[in-house]
């Protein structure tokens, strides 16, 4: 499994990015696909996630209503549009995959065996 990261730069505050995640390797219809960042200094965190086949989409209350993921079957690619960029948004940004199996919540990122290289966003005041 391949994930490749891709659409991190600078932003001034209150711009926007789009970040894609192509994922290569393996079929991905029983997978939740998330994204989390790492800011310097800062403990990885959880940022949103997309389950492959319900469609679901679930969010860290920090992002809640700015960021988007949303995720491109025929192209096995996942975007995570980010409006409203803020300072505190600068982290470096990594994709990740993980089976789908019950009690493995998608906001852990122990869980995610397949992770991208990362992206490096940031976002100036």
């Known amino acids: 499994v391949q994930l490749q990261a891709s659409g991190g730069g600078l932003v001034q505050a209150g711009g926007s990015l789009r970040l894609s995640c192509a994922a290569s390797g393996r079929t991905f219809s029983r997978y939740t696909m998330g994204w989390f960042r790492q800011a310097p200094g800062k403990e990885r965190e959880f940022v949103a996630a997309?389950?492959?086949?319900?469609?679901?989409?679930y969010y860290a209350d920090s992002v809640k209503g700015r960021f988007t993921i949303s995720g491109d079957n025929a192209k096995n690619t996942v975007y995570l549009q980010m409006n409203s960029l803020k300072p505190e948004d600068t982290a470096v940004y990594y994709c990740?995959?993980?089976?789908?199996?019950?009690?493995?919540?998608?906001?852990?990122?122990?869980?995610?065996?397949?992770w991208g290289q990362g992206t490096e966003v940031t976002v100036s005041s």
């Open positions: 990740a995959a993980k089976p789908d199996v019950s009690g493995r919540r998608y906001y852990h990122d122990v869980w995610y065996p397949y």
């Open positions: 997309i389950n492959w086949s319900g469609g679901s989409t």
